[in-house]
Nanobody
Framework: VQLQASGGGLVQAGGSLRLSCVAS????????MGWFRQAPGKEREFVAA????????YYADSVKGRFTISRDNAENTVYLQMNGLKPEDIAVYYC????????????????????WGQGTLVTVSS
């Protein structure tokens, strides 16, 4: 699976961005997906995860209520809608995929993920 993330950019505090991650191949629906981010000088951290079916989602406390993860299996795409952006959201955002047989499974541990996109930079001005 190859992942291509896009949608990052510069936005004012309080603004919104939608990140997209397109996957290659015909088996996208067999992968649980996640978004992670890495700020300068910091470790990569979990942002959001979604199950194969899209029925289950999980969020980091820092983004809960502001970010929404979703997926369109017909389009091989996972999204991250980011609202109410804050300067502390500044980071390179990565999408990731892991094969899971359980359609309800979500994964928060970056070490479990098998495939990673190249990252897209989100900058928030205060």
């Amino acid at each position: 699976v190859q992942l291509q993330a896009s949608g990052g950019g510069l936005v004012q505090a309080g603004g919104s961005l939608r990140l997209s991650c397109v996957a290659s191949g015909r088996t996208f629906g067999t992968y649980a997906m996640g978004w992670f981010r890495q700020a300068p000088g910091k470790e990569r951290e979990f942002v959001a995860a979604i199950s194969r079916s899209g029925g289950n989602t999980y969020y980091a406390d820092s983004v809960k209520g502001r970010f929404t993860i979703s997926r369109d299996n017909a389009e091989n795409t996972v999204y991250l809608q980011m609202n109410g952006l804050k300067p502390e959201d500044i980071a390179v955002y990565y999408c990731a995929a892991v094969y899971r047989g359980n359609v309800y499974y979500t994964e928060r541990d970056h070490r479990a993920y098998e495939y990673w996109g190249q990252g897209t930079l989100v900058t928030v001005s205060s």
